[in-house]
């Protein structure tokens, strides 16, 4: 056991300010759409084509698409997409849902409209994620946001 004359000093903690790394940052490296807004969560971005390529390949009806698809990777790396399923005449079907895709299972389905509009596994039957927590929250409203701002009311 170490004696008081042996023992060294831990040096002083560096505190870095708050301000000098941001907690979240844009997730996806795709060239954003011309009508991706601005001022949505600073942790949304436009989902890459390959996400939404492996939920477009799952909607239950071929007249449907995926439109307003938002990225926020959570800081445990958990990929949610929120997006809206829009008909080929241009109704929208759903405005907001939520996608998560795992590295177990691939693309699953969060929300209910999720569910109803793909064939995708349910995400918490895979997955222990709460539904209402902040990162499905905040994904989904800002696909909800990007819908709105597209003239989706």
């Known amino acids: 056991m170490p004696t008081a004359s042996t023992r060294t000093a831990l040096p002083a903690p560096v505190l870095i300010p708050a301000t000098t790394t941001p907690k979240f940052t844009r997730t996806a490296t795709v060239t954003p759409s ?11 971005s436009q989902a890459p ?46 405005k907001s849902d939520v996608w998560v895709n795992t590295k177990s299972r691939g693309m699953t389905a969060a929300t209910s ?9 349910k995400t918490t039957d895979v997955l222990d994620i709460d539904l209402g927590g902040d990162d499905v929250q ?3 409203m800002c696909a909800w946001k990007w819908a709105q701002a597209s003239g989706y009311n």
């Open 34 to 44: 011309p009508d991706f807004p601005a001022g949505l969560d600073s942790r949304c």
């Open 49 to 94: 084509a390959e996400l939404v390529a492996k939920i477009s390949a799952k909607l239950t009806d071929p007249n449907h698409r995926v439109a307003h698809a938002v990225l926020l990777t959570s800081v445990t790396g958990t990929p949610y997409i929120g997006a809206s399923i829009v008909a080929a005449d241009g109704l929208m079907i759903e």
């Open 113 to 121: 409209g999720a569910r109803r509009t793909t064939n995708l596994p």
């Open 138 to 140: 905040t994904v989904d």
